[in-house]
């Protein structure tokens, strides 16, 4: 018998203690690489603008120095600049100098186009972003007077576009190294998830072994934190498996104290019964007696299948099981024939401790057999569950709607006391199973008992 749990979905992931610790993993990693490519990303911005401007500074005020004024205001460079990107065409670094309304010097890169002269309009420095040869520019300038009080305006400039294509190569070349980080961050919390949550894993896994039946205890060895919740959960198994073998104890024990007297008080019955004076309570007494033995054994059977049901590590093969019930019911009615199909192979197994498992399926193929003209065919299907078929003349839709009642018979003539069925619907639903009847479909006759796990949609 194999149950498939549900995909959890977002709530159920959040139920999960590892899927938690991922969750933080991932967060903490996205926050923390995060704010480190934020605040790099504007220190380096910040960095490198600074550096731009300082050196812009710097060379508008060694332009002024090296520009040498002649007679007529003739304005010539002395030495070029100490940056040569200055000398390369179009290289983005370029100067001017001219006199007010007078002569103009360019640098050897502007090759075409001109520097805006009104930027530099007074002695101290000033910049602005303007238009230069090669697009927007950083653009530093001032004003000298020449001897004769004629304006010279110094102004240089560098592209915009340099100081961007830095911060984006910069920007660029971070990104991947702190995805790889990332990637190195959260690969290590997996591995510390997985390696950290394995204990939890195998406690799992013997939890699983215990439910199936294949131990009878958690075993394994666990960290100091786990093991205390292991002992404990062991000696709470050990106690209560103690306390459902006192309990079958008890019950039959209870079973032997009721039944003897019983017998004494349906035999001195049976003894008035054949006084004439005495026959009529003697009857009644009789009644009474077989009502009493009746819910005796309905309630033992409830008691011993309440006690065992949901302990920890009742298992019971099929194959194992139903082979003494087979041969049984092959001697008990001998004019009957006894099929077993297995479609789950001899491993088919039933969460259900042996002894109520044994009792269940006796009572529902014993039945059959009183009902059966002359073959009860037992089919175990492929997911488990169990089917008892009969051929005898099956039920009304009434009678099958109170057939789990205790006491209900429907033919007085055959024996029995009205309880199999009751029995093993109460074993059924003490375990979570689902027992139900059903005719055979026509044109058969017949009746179908079937045994199964219980599914989401069943009452």
């Given at each position: 018998?194999?149950?498939?749990?549900p995909?959890?979905?977002?709530?159920?992931?959040?139920?999960?203690?590892?899927?938690?610790?991922?969750?933080?993993?991932?967060?903490w990693?996205?926050?923390?690489?995060?704010?480190?490519?934020?605040?790099?990303?504007?220190?380096?911005?910040?960095?490198?603008?600074?550096?731009?401007?300082?050196e812009?500074?710097?060379h508008v005020?060694?332009?002024a120095?090296?520009?040498?004024?002649?007679p007529?205001?003739?304005?010539?460079l002395?030495?070029?600049?100490?940056d040569?990107?200055?000398?390369?065409?179009?290289?983005?670094f370029?100067?001017?100098?001219?006199v007010?309304?007078?002569m103009?010097?360019?640098?050897?890169?502007?090759?075409?186009?001109?520097?805006?002269?009104?930027v530099?309009?007074?002695p101290?420095?000033?910049?602005?972003?303007?238009?230069?040869p090669t697009?927007?520019a950083?653009?530093?300038?001032?004003?000298?007077k020449?001897?004769?009080?004629?304006?010279?305006?110094?102004?240089i400039?560098?592209?915009?576009?340099?100081?961007?294509?830095?911060?984006?190569?910069?920007?660029r070349?971070?990104?991947?190294?702190?995805l790889?980080?990332?990637?190195?961050?959260?690969?290590?919390?997996v591995?510390?998830?997985?390696?950290?949550?394995?204990?939890?894993?195998?406690?799992?896994?013997?939890?699983s072994?215990?439910?199936?039946?294949?131990?009878?205890?958690?075993?394994?060895?666990?960290?100091?934190?786990i093991?205390?919740?292991?002992?404990?959960?062991?000696?709470?198994?050990?106690?209560n498996?103690?306390i459902?073998?006192r309990?079958?104890?008890q019950?039959?024990?209870?079973?032997?104290?009721l039944?003897t007297p019983?017998?004494v008080?349906?035999?001195?019955?049976?003894?008035?019964?054949?006084?004439r004076?005495t026959?009529?309570?003697?009857a009644?007494?009789?009644?009474?007696?077989?009502?009493?033995a009746?819910?005796?054994?309905?309630?033992?059977?409830?008691?011993?299948?309440?006690?065992?049901?949901?302990?920890?590590?009742?298992?019971?093969?099929?194959?194992?099981?139903?082979?003494?019930?087979l041969?049984?019911m092959?001697r008990?009615?001998p004019?009957?024939?006894?099929d077993?199909?297995?479609?789950?192979g001899?491993?088919?197994?039933?969460?259900?401790?042996?002894?109520?498992?044994?009792?269940?399926?006796?009572n529902?193929i014993?039945?059959?057999g009183?009902?059966?003209?002359?073959?009860v065919q037992?089919?175990?299907?492929?997911?488990?569950s169990?089917?008892?078929?009969?051929?005898?003349?099956g039920?009304?839709?009434?009678?099958?709607?109170?057939?789990?009642?205790?006491g209900?018979?429907?033919?007085?003539?055959?024996?029995?006391?009205?309880?199999?069925?009751?029995?093993?619907?109460d074993?059924?639903?003490a375990?979570?199973?689902?027992?139900?009847?059903?005719?055979?479909?026509?044109?058969?006759?017949?009746?179908?008992?079937?045994l199964?796990?219980r599914?989401?949609?069943?009452?």
């Amino acid at each position: 018998m194999t149950h498939h749990a549900p995909l959890p979905g977002p709530r159920g992931l959040l139920n999960s203690l590892r899927a938690r610790v991922l969750l933080a993993v991932l967060v903490w990693v996205g926050l923390g690489i995060g704010g480190i490519w934020f605040s790099a990303t504007r220190v380096f911005t910040k960095h490198i603008e600074e550096q731009y401007h300082e050196e812009l500074d710097v060379h508008v005020r060694e332009l002024a120095g090296l520009v040498k004024i002649g007679p007529g205001e003739h304005i010539e460079l002395t030495r070029p600049l100490s940056d040569p990107r200055y000398l390369v065409p179009l290289s983005g670094f370029y100067w001017q100098v001219s006199v007010d309304r007078g002569m103009i010097l360019r640098s050897a890169s502007m090759t075409r186009g001109a520097l805006d002269e009104d930027v530099a309009h007074g002695p101290v420095i000033v910049h602005r972003l303007d238009n230069g040869p090669t697009g927007p520019a950083i653009t530093y300038g001032l004003i000298r007077k020449s001897p004769s009080g004629r304006d010279i305006h110094f102004v240089i400039a560098t592209d915009q576009r340099l100081l961007d294509e830095t911060i984006a190569r910069f920007t660029r070349e971070l990104t991947l190294w702190l995805l790889a980080l990332a990637v190195a961050l959260v690969a290590t919390g997996v591995f510390i998830v997985v390696f950290g949550f394995r204990p939890l894993d195998r406690l799992a896994q013997a939890t699983s072994r215990l439910r199936a039946g294949t131990t009878a205890r958690l075993d394994g060895h666990y960290p100091v934190e786990i093991a205390p919740l292991v002992d404990d959960l062991n000696a709470y198994i050990a106690h209560n498996t103690a306390i459902v073998d006192r309990a079958r104890v008890q019950a039959g024990n209870l079973a032997h104290a009721l039944r003897t007297p019983l017998a004494v008080i349906t035999d001195e019955a049976e003894r008035l019964a054949q006084d004439r004076g005495t026959s009529a309570p003697a009857a009644v007494l009789l009644e009474q007696t077989r009502l009493m033995a009746q819910q005796i054994e309905y309630q033992l059977a409830r008691a011993r299948s309440a006690a065992g049901s949901g302990a920890p590590g009742a298992i019971s093969r099929l194959s194992d099981v139903l082979a003494p019930i087979l041969s049984a019911m092959r001697r008990l009615h001998p004019d009957k024939r006894f099929d077993l199909v297995n479609h789950a192979g001899p491993e088919a197994a039933w969460p259900v401790d042996p002894v109520d498992l044994s009792e269940l399926l006796s009572n529902l193929i014993d039945n059959a057999g009183k009902w059966s003209e002359s073959r009860v065919q037992l089919v175990i299907g492929e997911d488990g569950s169990v089917r008892v078929i009969d051929d005898g003349p099956g039920l009304a839709v009434g009678d099958i709607a109170r057939a789990f009642e205790i006491g209900s018979r429907f033919d007085p003539g055959k024996p029995g006391s009205g309880l199999g069925l009751a029995i093993a619907h109460d074993i059924a639903t003490a375990y979570g199973l689902s027992l139900t009847l059903e005719n055979r479909p026509s044109p058969a006759h017949g009746l179908v008992v079937q045994l199964r796990a219980r599914g989401p949609t069943d009452p």
